[in-house]
């Protein structure tokens, strides 16, 4: 069961666009090198939304961020490239403008047609974005006559275009959000069971209050990745010079202590791959046990692990995964990451409801070309989360008050 009321929420369906200026907030902060759009997904995503408005006649605004340009204007954070980029998978001209407020805006609003597109330059080049700005979020919404909010990977953010613009202008979820909010209540609401969570990465702290909520609701828990050792050192395993975050031992302690009296399995790795030094040709070995001598490093789990891992997500019925096996963004240190994937895609052929959120596994997913073996893979790694711990999320909050 979920611990929070659920919300009311008008969908994108529900509201009558024909004609009328429709304020979209997206998520195209993609990854980029140089003014090149290194993966589309994010735009590709949104398609369905901007396919039903074009074909209703609206007059669609859209409004997004990139990067963190801390309120300055920086020309390398322009989301021109990405308005080029939407015209080719829409296949139809897409106009920008270099200002999301103002006249600038308002004029390029004003040349709109029924099913013409606009991008707004990128939000966070206002400081008031992100402070949540009354008086910004008021000039953003002059833009439109209707909101509709299709950032999932914005919505637990208390900013402008994700809550304050929602006091000005009736608003209503896009599909992508739906469908991000369908699998993830599928998850916290009523999972298949057994239900596997794994989580990875390198931060425990970041991700401590999710483990704990986790615990509530997970048959297993599996912990990989960096964030591994903290909960080995917790039980006095020796884990040489890998990343430890020593002032979470207590908090890890606690998480295996709630673990055991919830009956909830937490799995660690059984061997680790170690070096003695992080570098993309260091000779690599394997532990072929729980602790790992003093002098090495641990960079991604062992062969044991993936063995012992990879049977327990072919058990699972649900398997949600955020966060990396290993510092998969070096090549020899992404099997394990790559292991999990190509479990969790076995898995979803057997029947399993598949979720991954987070950029580094989605990463590891575009690499591999496992990602359209998942049954969903969320664009809000943060946001779903979140979601998972039980915490409402503001923009969807002010869009239901
Ligand atoms: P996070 O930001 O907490 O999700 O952590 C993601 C990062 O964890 C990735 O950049 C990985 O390279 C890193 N990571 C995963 N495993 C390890 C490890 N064994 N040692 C150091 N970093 C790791």
Request: with cysteine.
């Amino acid at each position: 069961m979920t611990d929070k009321p659920a919300l009311k929420l008008k969908r994108i369906q529900d509201m009558t666009v024909k004609g009328k200026r429709v304020l979209v907030r997206v998520d195209y902060n993609v990854p980029m090198k140089g003014s090149k759009i290194e993966d589309n997904a994010r735009i590709r995503e949104t398609l369905k939304t901007l396919e039903y408005l074009i074909a209703e006649g609206a007059k669609i605004v859209l409004i997004a961020h990139l990067g963190r340009p801390k309120g300055k204007v920086e020309p390398k954070y322009s989301l021109k490239p990405v308005a080029a980029e939407l015209a080719k998978l829409l296949k139809k001209p897409v106009a920008f403008a270099d200002d999301c407020v103002g006249p600038v805006a308002e004029k390029a609003v004003a040349a709109l047609k029924p099913g013409d597109v606009l991008l707004l330059e990128n939000l966070r080049f206002h400081a008031e974005e992100e402070a949540n700005d009354p008086a910004f979020a008021k000039a953003l919404a002059k833009n439109g006559e209707i909101f509709i909010q299709d950032a999932f990977g914005a919505l637990h953010r208390a900013h402008a275009s994700t809550a304050g613009v929602t006091k000005y202008l009736p608003g209503a979820i896009g599909f992508l959000v739906q469908r991000e909010l369908e699998f993830l209540d599928r998850v916290i609401g009523n999972p298949q069971r057994p239900f596997l969570a794994i989580i990875g990465g390198a931060k425990v702290s970041d991700k401590l209050a999710v483990l704990d909520k986790l615990l509530e609701r997970v048959d297993a828990l599996l912990i990989g990745g960096a964030m591994a050792y903290t909960f080995l050192a917790a039980q006095g395993i020796n884990i040489g010079k890998s990343l430890l975050e020593k002032d979470q031992i207590d908090a890890a302690k606690a998480i295996i202590e709630k673990a055991y009296n919830k009956k909830v399995e937490i799995l660690l790795p059984a061997d680790h791959l170690v070096v003695r030094e992080i570098k993309a040709d260091a000779a690599v070995v394997s532990t072929q046990a729980m602790s790992i001598p003093s002098d090495m490093i641990g960079v991604d789990i062992g062969p044991h692990s993936i063995e012992f891992f990879t049977d327990h997500i072919a058990k699972a019925k649900t398997i949600f995964w955020n966060g990396p096996m290993g510092i998969f963004e070096m090549p020899a240190f992404a099997e394990g990451s790559t292991a999990v994937a190509k479990a969790m895609a076995e898995a979803t052929e057997k029947g399993a409801i598949t979720i991954v959120g987070g950029g580094d596994s989605l990463s590891v997913l575009a690499k591999t070309g496992l990602a359209s073996k998942m049954s969903h893979c969320s664009t809000g790694g943060g946001a779903s989360l979140e979601l998972l711990e039980g915490k409402a999320l503001p923009g969807l909050v002010a869009l239901a008050s």
